[in-house]
């Protein structure tokens, strides 16, 4: 993970990031809206739902997000990928080499 990416992809990654955690937040508000609203007459157990959903979501966006930097880059848009927050316009813009390297990472995830 170490070799950096392209300058033409890493523009890329930046133009998109602040979209893509926009994207992951929503998923993650809609996750805890659907939880609320479904909340009946427990609250206590509708919070610590919450709570659970927050720390696995936190740990998502921290993997995603945190520390982006051109030798990471790649995990990072693999990250994006899997998670369904790479769209395939964004996806078809990076070079054909990113592009295999991100797709190889996903499929190890798998």
Known sequence: MSQAIPER????????????????????????????????????????KLWKILQEEDQEISLMFDDVKRSNAIFKLAMWKKNGILPVEYFEQLTEETQQRIEGLCNIQR
């Open 9 to 48: 992809d890493w523009k890329v990654l930046r133009a998109f990031k602040d979209r893509a955690i926009n994207i992951a937040c929503e998923r993650i508000l809609g996750k805890v809206e659907k939880t609320i609203d479904s909340r009946g007459a427990d609250s206590h157990k509708c919070y610590l």
